[in-house]
T-cell receptor, first 116, second 114 residues
Framework: GAGVSQTPSNKVTEKGKYVELRCDPISGHTALYWYRQSLGQGPEFLIYFQGTGAADDSGLPNDRFFAVRPEGSVSTLKIQRTERGDSAVYLC??????????????FGEGSRLTVL | AQSVTQLGSHVSVSEGALVLLRCNYSSSVPPYLFWYVQYPNQGLQLLLKYTSAATLVKGINGFEAEFKKSETSFHLTKPSAHMSDAAEYFCAVTERAGANNLFFGTGTRLTVIP
């Protein structure tokens, strides 16, 4: 596709359940980022991939959160034992690569997660 | 750690009036600064960025921002607001030169009154 695609757009789950959120970046973009945006807040950095490897996972809040990018393209953010505080919009972004200038990030529309 | 502060979570202007959205950053090194816009039901889009070249940066849709080191500011302006400018605007800064992740402010929602 032309842009960053995220699925599902909306996910409602119960406390304690496992959730997977998928991101399909722009073709050819080697860098992929996950952010979390809570209500009334700006996006908060979670993790950054360069190719298949997580180059920076310092933003993951705890070990319930995990992300993979096995083939260097599609990425999945996995949340175990969800808690109500995990409710947020999860944003994925991609960019051309590790240019060190921040580059331009291209964002998807996000996956809205609601934990009941 | 780097951070940005956006003064005013909500700003209302009349159509045709000046738009001024404020952003101040904290940084111990020269930062890279960005403004992103989020239209309703759309993803964040880059408006403009400062990467230590010209201090006055021009972006899309008539927006511009000026990097003022003495004031640690990077305010976003547009001379004449249009109804289509109604959106949420986020200022962001890189953690350090060479970093790839961005730290975002809390955003300013711009309303344009006809």
């Amino acid at each position: 596709g032309a842009g960053v695609s995220q699925t599902p757009s909306n996910k409602v789950t119960e406390k304690g359940k496992y959730v997977e959120l998928r991101c399909d970046p722009i073709s050819g973009h080697t860098a992929l980022y996950w952010y979390r945006q809570s209500l009334g807040q700006g996006p908060e950095f979670l993790i950054y991939f360069q190719g298949t490897g997580a180059a920076d996972d310092s933003g993951l809040p705890n070990d319930r959160f995990f992300a993979v990018r096995p083939e260097g393209s599609v990425s999945t953010l996995k949340i175990q034992r969800t808690e109500r505080g995990d409710s947020a919009v999860y944003l994925c972004a991609s960019s051309l690569g590790d240019r060190g200038d921040g580059g331009e990030l291209f964002f998807g529309e996000g996956s809205r997660l609601t934990v009941l | 750690a780097q951070s940005v502060t956006q003064l005013g979570s909500h700003v209302s202007v009349s159509e045709g009036a000046l738009v001024l959205l404020r952003c101040n950053y904290s940084s111990s090194v020269p930062p890279y600064l960005f403004w992103y816009v989020q239209y309703p039901n759309q993803g964040l889009q880059l408006l403009l960025k400062y990467t230590s070249a010209a201090t006055l940066v021009k972006g899309i849709n008539g927006f511009e921002a000026e990097f003022k080191k003495s004031e640690t500011s990077f305010h976003l302006t547009k001379p004449s607001a249009h109804m289509s400018d109604a959106a949420e605007y986020f200022c962001a800064v890189t953690e350090r030169a060479g970093a790839n992740n961005l730290f975002f402010g809390t955003g300013t929602r711009l309303t344009v009154i006809p």
